[in-house]
T-cell receptor, first 113, second 108 residues
Framework: KAGVTQTPRYLIKTRGQQVTLSCSPISGHRSVSWYQQTPGQGLQFLFE???????NKGNFPGRFSGRQFSNSRSEMNVSTLELGDSALYLCASSPGQAWDGYTFGSGTRLTVV | GIQVEQSPPDLILQEGANSTLRCNFSDSVNNLQWFHQNPWGQLINLFY???GTKQNGRLSATTVATERYSLLYISSSQTTDSGVYFCAVSAGYQKVTFGTGTKLQVIP
């Protein structure tokens, strides 16, 4: 079966711009979580969506937002990009209530210049 | 929130050697997983192990939930085992917290 698909794989943006990243979960998975990975901060939780509702949120500024559609696909948006937003953004999907089957996509590498 | 510490932070092994990676967490959890991130950035789920012991080939893991730690054993290491190993935990439906990882390098 198809894995978790993230698009685009690479992205270069300019400071002040906004960006939208997409994540398509494994078919049947209803939970999608987003993470930011940087060399200095490691893997940090951004937010989790389950059945189109945000279930958990990490400690990121309001410039970071997300949503989930009825088909479980999710998008995250970062507005007014800063140099420090350069990172690997990973999404993970799971069947729902529990963690079994937690599967990551290959990530989107965002570079802000 | 829950704090997760992993040790050692870095590890260099000769091919064929065995190793033990440790994950300590600060509070009760009911979800714990081990992941391997390969040099290309892909995170692979190794074990879902909130308690007990599991084995998969050369890898095995043990979680002692009452003492708040988990161990990942790698036997007969191979160069393909290189990468970063993460432990991640959560309690109930709370957010997932990742440890800082153990960077493993296996040299031929």
């Amino acid at each position: 079966k198809a894995g978790v698909t993230q698009t685009p794989r690479y992205l270069i943006k300019t400071r002040g711009q906004q960006v939208t990243l997409s994540c398509s979960p494994i078919s049947g998975h209803r939970s999608v979580s987003w993470y930011q990975q940087t060399p200095g901060q490691g893997l940090q939780f951004l937010f989790e969506y389950f059945s189109e509702t945000q279930r958990n949120k990490g400690n990121f500024p309001g410039r970071f937002s997300g949503r989930q559609f009825s088909n479980s696909r999710s998008e995250m948006n970062v507005s007014t990009l800063e140099l420090g937003d350069s990172a690997l953004y990973l999404c993970a999907s799971s069947p729902g209530q529990a963690w079994d089957g937690y599967t990551f996509g290959s990530g989107t590498r965002l570079t802000v210049v | 929130g829950i704090q997760v510490e992993q040790s050692p932070p870095d590890l260099i092994l000769q091919e064929g050697a065995n190793s033990t990676l440790r994950c300590n967490f600060s509070d009760s959890v009911n979800n714990l997983q081990w992941f391997h991130q390969n040099p290309w950035g892909q995170l692979i789920n190794l074990f879902y192990i909130p308690s007990g012991t599991k084995q998969n080939g050369r890898l095995s893991a043990t979680t002692v939930a009452t003492e708040r730690y988990s161990l990942l054993y790698i036997s007969s290491s191979q160069t393909t085992d290189s990468g970063v190993y993460f432990c991640a935990v959560s309690a109930g439906y709370q957010k997932v917290t990742f440890g800082t990882g153990t960077k493993l390098q296996v040299i031929p």
